[in-house]
């Protein structure tokens, strides 16, 4: 219990760390959001009435204050450009992030395992061989470029999909997976391959080890071996890796979003930045921040119920 | 050989599912390939009424109320469902919309205008002329109660006095008085007419356009329908989509696989890539492309430098690197698509000479040349272009320049209003008065990032925006281009080709010398 408390704790403490952090980046940067609403022709009167309304020209520690009281209560404030609630700004762009990163990743799990078991089953035959060069071609590419071929590809050439295109999933939830699919492919190619190859060494490391001979010994099928013994083992550092690939989805997806027209949270950071929306980017910057933790936290517990002996103090 | 069989099922796992997602799509319904010839803008095919059309834009709006809206990619979209008492016609005049007339006084001193009877709000409600005062006033900035977003024309400050009143026929006159002469200030009158009070203009705008707001998602897209109570010609298409893209990039794709009819912002490389399925319109961007100087900061205020520039740039070969030729040649502060003003005879005045350059720069002091810095905001590919460009021909006078890339909201906050840079590369444009496009020279506007100075421009501005005799007129503003040129303030570069994809089944796109993306023009083509 008190390693739940302590965790929690710290938690938050990070959380506030990062709020603070890109509050300050904000002041370093040239421009701010009533500059940047009022474009380029704007007399200066017009831009100090803005800042007063905005609540520009209050000394720094109150306007950090007020935004984390804010932001405590769930309440991110008005955005900006938008002059709409941010929360709701947020609500409506969550389904094609969510959406996305939760297609990836269960693209990822289901892909990967399988391919990673199978190369180190069959080690240095054909398949693995295979396998080992595709992946290594894959790590390689950046999700960027790999989006710029899937939407060439699927989309202009075999028209699988219509490039830039989105239904929201109230709208119809076959077509917003239908829609899901190939950004999350490109996101997930090469995390996938980077995984199958830990899993592969992974296997084999634990496969050496003596109490794979006695599982054998004792009857066990080869397949028995591998799914009941092996794999528990070496999953442990795949757990750990794939808190990793999760919080490296989410980042990937804020440039896939982009390459791929998508409504989702990663675009409007992107374009809330070049604003100076400070109100969006921080509530994305928290959310992303807490999702992060968050699944950091859930690998810790993971581990745990994987393999007993490590007992979290 | 059984290896493979359990390979390939799991590699083509990804492929599965996209070929699954695949078969719910419906997007074989419009083949582009079919029907339309040649020339877009030409209006001898025969139109028909109906369909919807999705036209692509790169920016997001930064409002829905049309006097909150200040970028120019808010504004063209805008077009479609507002007016203003007057509105930009194709050929740049300024004609009659929610007024049906208007007198300028002889001495410029007011403004009168009959309001159109019958004219509806999208709401349904009759244009009153309380709501043309309201709309006018707040504009102006002379409402009581003033909303800092809203965008005040500093250009109508002279406004002392907007009034409703009524003629002897019972017609609604509105009367602008001024409290000094301007005769241009029509060209500023043109902002929306909104109704009075309507607090929900940011979300649900009402306006008396052709077309009539439907939804807004913000970075997805703005729906408008068209609007069936519209006075004047009414439009042909039912609907249009304006989509928002995360970039050029990102549209071009769209455009390959057919998801978008209109895209105005092509490169002419993206251009000449899509003829297959979409007819090209050329136009021009009606921008002051060039290179802007410093004039106060070291060596640029030394006008030998600044003319040493002029020849050291091939404003030629700059067209032919970056935009395959096409684009207007200019040699002073005006868009060439603004004919009646624009001074041609200064495009040759600084023909390319390296070697008078070298001389200057020599005369000047630097025979070695400089260092300097072009500051060019990155989001601008077209300007980036063009600086790499002119970094190249710099190098062949011994002038040592450098880019320096910066985020548009930097260049704006820095460079623009801060006057922190020595050069840059942008395109400036300007609203439908001579004097907006020249304004900035004046040593004492706050627009005057370049901080030119020149006693003589001044003098004749001032004289120019009072004078009402149309010839006197069209003079002293040529006249000030050429004090620009003669003090090369700038290397004036050109007025870029704008490049429009349209789908082959439409015609009817219209060019305007303003910012607007008119899609009331635009139609289907009656397929024989």
Redesign the interface.
């Known amino acids: 219990m008190r390693y739940y408390v302590k965790k929690i704790v710290s938690l938050i403490m990070v959380l506030f760390l990062i709020m603070l952090l890109t509050f300050l980046a904000f002041q370093v940067?040239?421009?701010?959001g009533a500059?940047?609403?009022?474009?380029?022709?704007?007399?200066?009167e017009?831009i100090e009435?803005?800042r007063?309304?905005l609540g520009l020209n209050k000394s720094l520690p109150e306007r950090f204050f007020r935004f984390l009281g804010g932001a405590v209560r769930g309440d991110f404030g008005m955005s900006y450009?938008?002059?709409?609630p941010v929360s709701e700004?947020l609500a409506?762009?969550l389904p094609a992030t969510v959406g996305l990163a939760a297609v990836s990743i269960l693209?990822i799990c289901?892909?990967s395992v399988?391919?990673g078991l199978?190369c180190a089953r069959?080690e240095g035959?054909?398949?693995d061989r295979?396998?080992t060069l595709?992946t290594q071609t894959l790590m390689a590419v950046p999700a960027f470029f790999l989006g710029?071929i899937i939407?060439?590809l699927?989309?202009?050439v075999?028209?699988?999909?219509?490039?830039?295109?989105?239904i929201p999933p109230g709208e119809s939830f076959?077509?917003y997976?239908?829609?899901m699919?190939?950004p999350a492919?490109a996101i997930s190619?090469p995390k996938i391959a980077m995984t199958v190859k830990f899993l592969k060494t992974s296997v084999l490391r634990e496969r050496k080890l003596d109490y794979v001979r006695t599982a054998r010994s004792k009857g066990n099928t080869e397949r028995a071996v591998l799914w009941r013994h092996v794999l528990r083992n070496a999953l442990i550092p795949v757990i750990t890796f794939m808190g990793m690939v999760i919080a490296d989805v989410l980042a990937g997806s804020i440039v896939i979003?982009?390459?791929?027209?998508l409504?989702g949270v990663g675009?409007?950071l992107?374009?809330a930045i070049?604003?100076?929306d400070y109100p969006v980017v921080e509530a994305i910057v928290v959310y992303i921040a807490a999702i992060v933790l968050t699944v950091n936290f859930i690998v810790d517990i993971l581990y745990q119920r994987v393999d007993p002996r490590v007992r979290i103090k | 050989m059984k290896k493979h069989g359990k390979i390939l099922p799991a590699l083509l796992l990804v492929l599965g599912l996209a070929v699954l997602g695949g078969c719910s799509d419906e997007n074989s319904s419009d083949d582009p390939n079919k029907g339309g010839a040649d020339g877009v803008t030409a209006t001898t095919k025969e139109p028909e009424f109906g369909g919807s059309i999705v036209v692509g834009i790169t920016q997001d709006l930064d409002s829905l109320d049309p006097h909150k809206a200040r970028s120019a990619g808010t504004e063209e979209v805008l077009f479609n469902i507002f007016e203003g008492v007057v509105k930009p016609d194709k050929d740049g005049n300024l004609v009659p919309a929610v007024a049906s007339d208007v007198v300028i006084a002889e001495d410029g001193m007011s403004y009168t205008f009959t309001l159109r009877e019958g004219v509806k709000f999208h709401n349904g409600e009759l244009v009153t002329a309380e709501d043309v005062v309201y709309s006018l006033k707040r504009c102006a900035g002379l409402l009581e109660t003033s909303d800092p977003e809203v965008k005040v024309t500093s250009a109508l400050s002279c406004i002392s006095e907007i009034e409703a009143s009524a003629d002897a026929a019972g017609k609604s006159i509105v009367t602008i008085t001024l409290s000094e002469a301007n005769t241009e200030l029509l060209g500023y009158l043109t902002g929306a007419v909104i109704p009075k009070d309507y607090d929900r203009q940011t979300e649900a705008p009402v306006g008396t356009g052709p077309f009539r707001f439907v939804s807004y998602s913000p970075l997805q897209s703005f729906v408008v329908e068209k609007n069936p109570d519209y006075y004047g010609t009414p439009a042909y298409l039912d609907k249009v989509t304006f989509k928002i893209s995360a970039d050029t990039d990102a549209a071009f794709m769209e455009l390959l696989a057919g998801g978008i009819d209109i895209f105005p912002y092509l490169t002419s490389e993206q251009a000449s890539q899509l003829t297959e399925n979409y007819n090209i319109a050329v136009g021009t961007t009606n921008l002051v492309q060039g290179l802007f100087l410093n004039n106060a900061e070291k060596p640029f205020d030394d006008i030998r430098v600044r003319q040493a520039l002029c020849y050291a740039v091939d404003r030629q070969e700059i067209l032919d690197i970056v935009a395959d030729g096409k684009g207007t040649l200019i040699g002073s502060n005006m868009y060439a698509g603004f004919a009646k003003y624009f001074n041609g005879d200064l495009v040759n005045t600084y023909e390319y000479n390296p070697d008078k350059a070298k001389q200057l720069l020599a005369d000047a002091g630097y025979p070695d040349g400089f260092d300097m810095t072009i500051t060019v905001p990155s989001n601008y590919q077209f300007h980036v272009d063009t600086a790499q460009v002119i970094v190249e021909q710099l190098k062949k006078v011994g002038i040592r320049a450098e880019i320096k890339l910066i985020e548009w909201t930097s260049w704006v906050n820095d460079a623009y209003r801060g006057r922190q840079f020595q050069t840059t590369v942008v395109g400036l444009d300007a609203n439908l008065a001579p004097s907006d496009v020249l304004k900035r020279y004046q040593t004492t506007a706050s627009s005057n990032f370049l901080s030119y100075s020149n006693e003589e421009f001044d003098r004749i501005f001032a004289l120019a925006v009072a004078e009402s005799d149309d010839a006197a007129k069209i003079a002293y503003y040529k006249q000030l281009q050429e004090i620009l040129t003669n003090d090369a303030a700038s290397v004036y570069i050109q007025d870029p080709a704008s490049y429009v994809a349209v789908g082959k089944k439409l015609a009817g796109y219209t060019f305007y010398p303003v910012y607007v993306q008119d899609m009331s023009k635009v139609y289907y083509v009656k397929q024989k």
Do not use: C
């Open positions: 940067i040239p421009g701010d500059v940047s609403r009022l474009g380029v022709d704007a007399e200066p017009e009435a803005l007063e309304a450009q938008y002059s709409r700004l409506a762009r693209m289901i892909i399988p391919l199978l069959r035959g054909f398949a295979a396998v595709l710029m939407t060439f699927f989309g202009v075999l028209k699988w999909f219509s490039p830039g295109g989105y076959g077509k997976l239908h829609y699919i190939f492919a190619i979003e982009q390459v791929f027209n409504p675009r409007l992107v374009v070049g604003n100076r």
